[in-house]
T-cell receptor
């Protein structure tokens, strides 16, 4: 089993659609979780951290299920500017942020069409 | 605040040649990472520095890759000799020392093509 697995994509959706990305991780001791966004030929940038209780930032909602080792990202009311690759990212270290190493999934490509 | 700087942005070499990449992290960031991102994949960690010490280089192919951060600021990553499968984007990232959810900030990357 790969350390971080994501939906294969690509996701092609119309503007205004709601789209959900799923991700599973293999290391049950993983401590911190993130979604990064990567635009074409650009560097990854942090979209949001994922907290145990779930968290929301505008149109974006992230959820974590530790029992199932599952992370999700929901995007509501998709915009053209949301088109990018979304990377599920896990810090597997039991030391969490003091190590800071990140394991990236392959990413899921989203294309939002007019 | 200036971001992570990397150079060159693009490099084309032939196999068996050598190449070096340079990274200047965000000022004050103690931790520096080098990642390799092959087309269609997520970034894969090659090496992590904390100040001028190596924290994790378990995934660095040490027979051909080397990296240093002598003064705890700038870093260089070298490949010698390059292979075709080294074609990838090499990303440098930095972060402050402490904090569970501290973000890693990535540079624009160096796109390497090995012919």
């Amino acid at each position: 089993r790969k350390e971080v697995e994501q939906d294969p994509g690509p996701f092609n959706v119309p503007e205004g659609a709601t789209v959900a990305f799923n991700c599973t991780y293999s290391n049950s001791a993983s401590q911190s979780f993130f979604w990064y966004r990567q635009d074409c030929r650009k560097e990854p940038k942090l979209l949001m951290s994922v907290y145990s209780s779930g968290n929301e930032d505008g149109r974006f909602t992230a959820q974590l299920n530790r029992a199932s080792q599952y992370i999700s990202l929901l995007i509501r009311d998709s915009k053209l500017s949301d088109s990018a690759t979304y990377l599920c990212v896990v810090n597997p270290s039991i030391y969490g942020g003091s190590q800071g190493n990140l394991i990236f999934g392959k990413g899921t490509k989203l294309s939002v069409k007019p | 605040e200036a971001g992570v700087a990397q150079s060159p942005r693009y490099k084309i070499i032939e196999k068996r040649q050598s190449v070096a990449f340079w990274c200047n992290p965000i000022s004050g960031h103690a931790t520096l990472y080098w990642y390799q991102q092959i087309l269609g994949q997520g970034p894969k960690l090659l090496i992590q520095f904390q100040n001028n010490g190596v924290v994790d280089d378990s995934q660095l192919p040490k027979d051909r890759f080397s990296a240093e951060r002598l003064k705890g600021v700038d870093s260089t990553l070298k490949i010698q000799p390059a292979k075709l499968e080294d074609s990838a984007v090499y990303l440098c990232a930095s972060r402050p020392l402490a904090g569970l959810y501290n973000e890693q900030f990535f540079g624009p990357g160096t796109r390497l093509t090995v012919l």
